[in-house]
């Protein structure tokens, strides 16, 4: 009989101060729904334990209040204006242990699907991959962004990004080619920064019906 895989959690970053908005994005309404519900339903369907990085105050509250029907643990980023880099450090010291790995995703990329998220999480429990992450496109066009998975060795590295790095790109480049990249299609890159962009994705969403 093999051995239980270790878990693997999915983090939800949903800190950001959304200043090109002019207005919370994460609550901004898409197609009936607050947007980071998106994000959230598609990691629901394949994460567990699930942690959402949220802001202070009535944002906060709000992201709360939307994602309520999840099994998410909420955990406060007291000083969301750090930089995203706060929120992973928020994230890594909030994560259960005995895990495998985490998963983090962004609160502002409701095109990301649970097949996405299906097909990395199976990748890294293939190979055991240091890092298994998203590239939209194909060729050199390939963008890599969110979601990205770390295992979970790399999970207390999260703890030393300075404030100036957006993300774990240092952690991630460090691992050179151990890196397990998997390209989606490039429609799927849409990080909903203003209201343009929740213009796209809204019609983005009509077409997938």
């Not at 949903?14 to 959230?40: E, F, I, T, V, W």
């Not at 985490?102 to 097909?119: C, E, I, Q, R, Y």
């Amino acid at each position: 009989m093999s051995p239980k895989p270790l878990l693997v959690a999915a983090v939800l970053l949903a800190a950001g101060r959304s200043k090109r908005m002019g207005r919370p994005k994460q609550l901004a309404d898409l197609n009936g729904q607050p947007l980071c519900l998106y994000a959230a339903q598609a990691l629901a369907e394949v994460y567990s334990p699930l942690l959402a990085v949220i802001p202070p105050g009535a944002v906060g509250e709000g992201i709360r209040a939307a994602l309520a029907g999840l099994p998410f643990t909420f955990v406060v980023n007291p000083q969301p204006e750090l930089g995203m880099a706060s929120s992973f450090r928020v994230a890594a010291e909030s994560l259960p242990a005995g895990l495998g790995g985490a998963a983090f995703a962004l609160a502002d990329m409701p095109l990301v699907s649970a097949d996405l998220h299906a097909k990395l999480l199976s990748a890294f429990r293939e190979t055991n991959a240091p890092v298994v992450i998203a590239a939209y496109g194909t060729g050199e066009d390939a963008v890599r962004a969110p979601p990205h998975l770390l295992r979970a060795d790399l999970l207390p590295e999260l703890l030393t990004l300075p404030d100036a790095d957006h993300g774990p790109r240092r952690i991630i480049a460090a691992q050179g080619k151990s890196v397990l990249t998997l390209n989606f299609p490039a429609a799927m890159l849409l990080d909903v920064d203003t209201p343009e962009g929740l213009k796209e994705a809204w019609a983005a969403l009509k077409e997938r019906g």
